[in-house]
DNA sequence: AAGTGGTCTAGACCACCTC
DNA sequence: AGGTGGTCTAGACCACTTG
């Protein structure tokens, strides 16, 4: 039996995360139901469902009702991803940020565009290319669409003083977001944004966001060379 | 004055998280604190708390004891990225998972790979390489260090059965895990795993995994061509 | 020092899902 | 139909942090 001074979730956690990593309870084991845990470890049932859904969140345990809980059998990594707007991100790394607006024109959606905001048709955007750069070098060239029925506003923003991705931010929440990361090759394109052969390997982040399943813009932002995302699980 | 029939904390939630959208809640503003909007709203303050955490664990809001809570100035995105393994992945898509190993061996780590497992020294370690493929065309190569002090069994298990990726998670499961994603491209040796020319830019994924810091395993896992990892937020 | 969020309890009822 | 997790309440105390 063990001994708890001071019950709390975070105890109880981990006292049952030790039980899945030391296989006490193994992947595919039902675990005793949250009243028994509570008994045996000698704190209230909320506290035990507290503790329950953090492991349920970090996908380590899957809760049904009447089911009951179960170590997961197949496990998965998953991951929180934060990712700041990039002028934060720059700043933070304590380097001097600088934004040059492109292009700014009207333009009809590719199909591949419409799709991504989940529209059926075609229709007109603007669309806005920009560059952020990081100690005066290039570090994320953004090709953005944004979507004049939802912001209208967008229309009279100046760009060129303010980049999209801040105005945007700042100005229409989103309650959706989209993401996608690949690899694309530079090509003669973006090898001359960046300033290199033309065969590097970049990396890619593409964002749509939507509110109430309107499309407000996506992005498709292409990243210097040797830029690299970090996430981390547990610690 | 909202009215509230059956209170519970999504909807309390959705409420808050509305007064965010619609700059009722602006960027930087305090909210009033919970016991307030627990009565305004007619619910308990538990219940405000329930949907509060929601809401700052989504990166809506930050909460602090005596400080409040505000709307966060700077929103950033926060999406769950799950990375399931290879062979589920590619076996939920409807294809067929194959499996081969390259080789195995003992060798020291490089810098590079001590560093990631937080070792200060090099240390022989056990080397896997394999290929996961889908539909009998290769879909990830993977390169693994496999810290045989960490899971001494490993040096017995025939990696030629089943891949070091099952094999771990089954039978190692790990209390953090470090990701690392990037852009690589191909050149001859990624080439010729995947039979493409040395140009194409490959998406690749890093993980570090540990139990109670020790490190247990470090994997670069490079992707077929086109490959794409999605995520999420809110929906 | 005091205000605010974080946690805990005991009990109750509800909702979902397997048995 | 019954077992199990999900939610809610009211109240209490604690812990952090700011004014």
């Not at 059998?73 to 940020?97: C, F, M, N």
């Not at 530079?186 to 990396?203: P, S, T, V, W």
């Amino acid at each position: 039996m063990t001994e708890i001074e001071r019950p709390s979730w975070k105890k109880i956690r981990d006292i049952i995360h030790g039980r899945i990593l030391d296989s006490t309870y193994a992947p595919g084991d039902k675990l005793p139901k949250d009243d028994d845990l509570a008994e045996s470890l000698g704190c209230s049932r909320t506290t035990v469902q507290r503790a329950m859904r953090d492991l349920a969140e970090s996908g380590r345990v899957e809760r049904k009702r009447k089911g009951g809980t179960h170590v997961r059998a197949h496990p998965i990594t998953r991951a929180t991803l934060d990712i700041p707007v990039t002028r934060q991100e720059i700043e933070k790394k304590g380097s001097v940020y600088g934004y040059q607006l492109l292009t700014v024109h009207r333009e009809q959606t590719p199909h591949q565009i419409s799709e991504k905001m989940g529209l059926t048709e075609p229709r007109e955007m603007l669309r806005v290319k920009a560059i952020h750069f990081s100690d005066r070098r290039p570090y994320v060239y953004e090709d953005r669409w944004i979507c004049i029925e939802t912001v209208p506003e967008s229309a009279n923003v100046d760009f060129s003083q303010i980049s999209a991705n801040e105005w945007l931010i700042q100005n229409r929440p989103y309650s959706r977001c989209d993401l996608r990361f690949y690899a694309v090759q530079a090509r003669q394109d973006y090898g001359k944004i960046f300033d290199i052969d033309g065969n590097e390997a970049l990396f890619v982040m593409e964002r749509t966001t939507f509110i109430d399943h309107q499309p407000i813009t996506s992005v498709k932002a292409v990243t210097a060379p040797n830029y690299q995302l970090l996430a981390q699980m547990g610690g």
